[in-house]
């Protein structure tokens, strides 16, 4: 299976995608990673990368387009890819659908992770990780059962990521819907997008998922 996994920060896209990752073999292509792992191994394709953000521009639609090429080479044919980042325009779409071609694959699924906004800025606004152990707890829903002691470790320690304000929850939730309104009607074109209640349990939605894939 090969598909777009769609969702805003904090809908449960990352935890989703690492579920299908171990569970059923597949990989995970996202743009972002990709980028920073090519640059770092000092590919053709990740010099070319680092030569245009080394000069404050973005990366071109060609050279992502090469990346996910030779991800796709370097893949066993039976293996799944979930694709994360990409498509974000027609463009892309339609560029996607090209090369899954040259490598005898198909889109299968378009999966978005619905979310109601603002049960999302209450998510993310309160959550916050233990400093030393990484644990994750929530001021309303999954606080420590020994007020500031972290239930794994035991450390007093907690931090909270800076960006996680109703601000830049609300914000991140623009500009998704601006990224995702240019592709999803060239998908729906097709019957291939589905939708899935990103609010409910971890595995309430990874049970939906399955059953789309299955």
Do not use: W
């Amino acid at each position: 299976m090969n598909i777009i996994l769609l969702g805003p920060p904090g809908a449960g896209k990352g935890t989703q995608a690492n579920r299908l990752v171990e569970e059923r073999g597949m990989v995970q292509l996202s743009t972002g990673d990709m980028l920073r792992a090519a640059v770092k191994a000092g590919t053709p394709v990740g010099l070319k990368a680092k030569a245009v953000m080394d000069r404050g521009e973005l990366v071109s639609d060609e050279i992502v387009s090469e990346l996910i090429d030779a991800e796709l080479t370097a893949m066993d044919a039976g293996t799944g890819a979930i694709f994360d980042g990409y498509p974000r325009t027609r463009a892309q779409a339609e560029r996607l659908d090209e090369l899954l071609d040259k490598h005898g694959r198909k889109l299968d699924r378009v999966i978005e992770l619905e979310v109601d906004e603002d049960a999302l800025v209450d998510r993310i606004t309160g959550r916050f990780t233990c400093a030393n152990c990484g644990a994750g707890y929530h001021d309303r829903y999954n606080l420590p059962q020994v007020e500031g002691v972290c239930d794994r470790c035991g450390s007093t320690d907690f931090k909270r990521r800076p960006d996680d304000t109703e601000e830049t929850v609300r914000t991140r939730m623009q500009e998704y819907r601006a990224k995702t309104a240019p592709i999803l009607p060239y998908y729906e074109e097709r019957g291939i997008v589905s939708r899935v209640d990103g609010m409910a349990s971890i595995d309430e939605v990874a049970d939906k998922i399955d059953a789309l894939l299955s």
